[in-house]
């Protein structure tokens, strides 16, 4: 009957004729609809797109979708048209029982960028639900000694519905014997009632049969019925008496089973067994009441059996009788309204909805990471939650709608500082002893491009040994990025440029993965000292940042240049130098000279001259200064001598293996009608004074005191005491030396002062001084060297503001004109020099020390070797 009544023309009508309400609350920016239950799927609920202003053609792209909790697809959104449908059944009973408000909420999610819209869709109630009576037939038993006006107390229908559609109204069938009494709207906790209006007869009438029906308001109205079965008994003149027909009594959820609830105590005017009283629940009670309540039958105490939920049901409405034993057995009747009282016995619950997660580092505060819902099943302050975050993070929560918060970023994020956040959201009660919850949040932070590769210092100096191997490696470069992933890769190129004539890229290269520099050819140390350029590193970042390291190669001298003769010689051959010495000259004069140089630099170039035996193992009266490469007499020539003389002269470098080179001298002995000549450091010598070699000497020993320890100069200035002294005898007179500047090409030079006494039966003493020239320029030709070995120190001071004292020293220390020159320049502008990387004063100081340690290991030798020949 009632399904019928449901596909009623009438009932077709309404459903076609529903009325849906679109609105947006003022503040909340919240949509609301609303919706009759049971409506058919694909009915049309509302233009959620429209209403939420948003454009068609975005929902796919945004990946818009709508989110319901626990309630599944009921609703769905047309994407073509934006239109929110019906599209499974909504029993609304069933969504939210007989709550008078009912509706489902819904969360309208749009990515990219995050957007959340809340949507609520009020479900209306139907009259769906027709009236229902505990069963089809209720039993009464009526004595025929009910007074007129006795009232029989029923159990009413119950409706699912709410509203005008759970709204019932009561109608008896037709009786001559009672009549319904129907409690006014005020006095709903009143019982449904039959009153008896005529006396009832046993003997006439001992059953009656009544139908009690049942009809809501609804439209259309349905209607329920239960067939009442009275049976008339026999007189038992008093029934039981409550002291109240209605007891009402608060319960606190959650009390243990065995908890008394109420004692009632009913009253029977009667004697025996007709005042002996039963207590029972109503026989039409509920199933619920049966298993959460207990009354004893003798004590009439109602305890609690089950469990007390308040979440679960607020009230108990619990219908009892008092009957008596008499025969036929009358009863009493009285309602107990137990009403539960809510304890703070659920923690908050969180969920949490993960939408933008990870984040990016370079993402904007106010940028909702998370959504959060947070619920509370007590009432009242018990139902009241607040939340809170983790203290100390760039994070907070903001409220959006009722019991929705969204984790929001609040400040800037670095992921090279923190790469991942573990949030924890606690949500507390306002119960008292309040109860929370918590949540965790895992935040991971994306990375982004903003750190540019960075070298572990801006300048590496190398060095490298010339004649090196081709695609040797020389260095390693190595950048670290301290952003993640391809914005950490690395790759490493040249900073391309020219290195004179020619690309760098021809000298060098560099694995773009490891970073290893490779020299792609031999380096010559004498084409090319020192190398600089710049190694890039870029990331794989989009846009890639990058960052240069500059490095410095300096190509270090090795013995691969033999000594070369200067002309009439060439190269390392042998070579023949003639020329014609008269038989008068005395012991120590000077007949020739040996000239060579060496392209090498350091002590690879330092030469040494050395006589090769003669053959058959003849003495030879000539000499070759071991550094100077001067022949000179070893005594007086006389008539036994071969007329003429040939001598070979090795000259050798320092390096290791050394190498060698030979000149081939050829002297023609002639004789002289001339007296014979003094050597040409004799003669020099003779119109010097004592004065001028004391002078010399001093400067001599400022020289030495620059490169020399304690012990040198005391033996230094003890020798120059000694030869200043008046000659005992003979014309043993001091000599000026002769001074000569340490060339400016990159090798050994020495000074080789020759002072010639004569004095009886002495050999001539000599002076040398060695300097040392660090690497700075190309190498100059041979010729230029040659000249530049016989400089005297007037010409390395030409055009200088230096003393001669600060010559000796600028040369010993640092060997070469090229400091006297700088030194020179720095004393005639007194401006502030500029000092810049490829400086000559750097390159001074890194090739002095390149060659310190070598330099130290023969420095005292040369200088004992200095002082012997001063003696």
Not at 17 to 38: F, H, M, N, P, T
Not at 525 to 535: D, G, R, S, T
Not at 700 to 716: D, F, G, R, W
Not at 769 to 774: Q, T
Request: charged content about 20%.
């Amino acid at each position: 009957m009632v399904y019928s009544q449901r596909k009623s023309p009438g009932s077709q009508r309404l459903l076609l004729s529903i009325l849906l309400l679109v609105a947006w609350e003022s503040g909340s920016g919240q949509v609301r609809y609303s919706v009759l239950e049971e409506a058919k799927h694909g009915t049309f609920v509302g233009r959620i797109a429209q209403d939420l202003r948003l454009e068609l053609q975005e929902l796919v792209p945004r990946l818009f979708r709508v989110a319901s909790k626990d309630l599944g697809d009921l609703l769905e959104v047309n994407l073509q048209n934006g239109i929110l449908f019906v599209n499974s059944r909504i029993d609304r009973e069933e969504l939210c029982g007989r709550s008078a408000e009912c509706s489902i909420h819904l969360e309208v999610i749009l990515d990219q960028p995050l957007q959340v819209f809340h949507v609520e869709v009020e479900v209306k109630d139907i009259n769906d639900n027709p009236p229902v009576f505990q069963g089809t037939q209720k039993n009464l038993f009526i004595a025929e000694s009910r007074p007129l006006d006795f009232r029989f107390p029923l159990e009413g229908a119950s409706d699912a519905d709410i509203g005008e559609n759970a709204q019932l109204t009561y109608r008896l069938s037709s009786s001559e014997y009672f009549s319904l009494e129907v409690p006014a709207t005020d006095q709903q906790v009143k019982p449904l009632s039959l009153v008896l209006r005529k006396p009832l007869d046993r003997e006439e009438s001992p059953e009656l049969h009544l139908v009690l029906t049942a009809t809501d308001r609804g439209k259309p109205e349905l209607t329920g019925t239960v067939q009442l079965h009275i049976n008339v008994l026999d007189a038992n003149d008093n029934a039981p008496v409550f002291d109240r027909t209605l007891y009402a009594v608060k319960l606190a959820e959650n009390v243990p089973n065995g908890t008394l609830v109420i004692k009632l105590n009913a009253s029977d005017l009667d004697e025996g067994l007709n005042a002996d009283i039963i207590y029972s629940f109503s026989s039409d009670a509920s199933p619920d009441i049966n298993f959460k309540f207990y009354i004893d039958p003798v004590s009439g105490e109602i305890t609690v059996a089950g469990h007390i939920d308040f979440e679960e049901r607020k009230t108990y409405k619990i219908r009892v009788e008092a009957t008596d034993r008499g025969y036929p057995p009358l009863a009493g009747h009285c309602t107990v309204l137990v009403e539960v009282l809510d304890t703070n016995d659920n923690p908050p619950v969180l969920t949490v909805t993960s939408l933008s997660l990870p984040i990016s580092e370079n993402a904007q505060p106010g940028t909702v990471i998370t959504l959060i819902n947070v619920s509370d099943r007590d009432s009242g302050a018990n139902g009241q939650v607040t939340c809170s975050l983790t203290p100390h993070v760039p994070f907070k929560l903001v409220s959006t709608f009722k019991n929705y918060y969204s984790l929001v970023l609040d400040s800037a994020l670095d992921r090279e500082s923190v790469a991942n956040y573990e949030l924890v959201v606690t949500a507390r009660d306002g119960g008292s002893p309040s109860l929370s919850a918590t949540a965790s949040v895992s935040v991971e932070v994306a990375d982004v491009n903003d750190n540019a590769p960075a070298f572990p210092q801006p300048e590496y100096t190398v060095f490298v040994k010339e004649n090196n191997p081709p695609g040797c490696h020389i260095f390693t470069v190595s950048a670290r990025d301290a952003d993640a992933q391809e914005n950490a890769l690395v790759s490493y190129s040249l900073v391309e440029r020219r290195v004179g004539e020619r690309a760098l890229s021809s000298y060098v290269s560099v694995h773009a993965e490891s970073g290893k520099v490779y020299a792609l050819q031999p380096l010559d140390h004498e084409e090319l000292e020192l190398l600089q350029f710049q190694v890039s590193a870029r990331d794989a970042g989009v846009p890639p940042l990058g960052s240069n390291v500059t490095l410095q190669v300096f190509v270090l001298d090795e013995n691969d240049n033999a000594p070369a003769l200067l002309p009439p010689g060439s190269g390392g051959g042998p070579s023949a130098l003639s020329q014609v010495v008269a038989r008068s000259v005395g012991a120590g004069h000077v007949v020739a000279k040996v000239r060579a140089v060496d392209a090498d630099s350091g002590y690879n170039a330092w030469l040494s001259y050395e006589l090769q035996p003669a053959a058959g193992g003849t003495s030879s009266p000539f000499r070759v200064g071991l550094y100077s490469g001067e022949i000179s007499t070893t005594r007086a020539l006389d008539e036994a001598d071969t007329p003429r003389q040939r001598l070979l002269v090795l000259v050798k470098d320092h390096g290791e293996p050394a190498l060698t080179a030979t000149a081939t001298v050829l002297l023609s002995l002639e004789d002289s009608g001339q007296a014979p000549k003094a050597s040409s450091r004799a003669l020099s010598g003779a119109a010097g004074s004592e004065t001028a070699l004391v002078d010399v000497n001093v400067y001599l020993i400022i020289a030495i005191c620059a490169v020399s320890s304690l012990l040198v100069l005391t033996l230094l200035l003890y020798m120059a005491l000694r030869c200043s002294a008046p000659p005992s005898e003979g014309a043993c007179g001091p000599v000026k030396p002769r001074l000569v500047c340490s060339s400016e090409v990159e090798s050994w030079s020495y000074l080789q002062e020759r002072r010639q006494r004569v004095c009886s039966g002495e050999g001539p003493p000599k002076t040398d001084l060695m300097a040392f020239s660090p690497s700075l320029p190309p190498f100059p030709g041979a010729e230029a060297i040659g000249k530049q070995q016989d400089l005297n120190v007037d010409h390395c001071t030409e055009n200088s503001v230096l003393s001669l004292p600060e010559t000796i020293v600028c040369q010993s220390l640092i060997g070469g004109m090229r400091l006297c020159k700088l030194l020179s320049q720095t004393k005639k502008k007194p401006q502030k020099r500029k000092y810049t990387k490829n400086s000559p004063y750097k390159i001074l100081s890194i090739q002095y020390q390149i060659d310190h340690f070598t330099i130290s290991r023969y420095i005292l030798y040369y200088q004992i070797s200095f002082i012997m020949s001063i003696i």
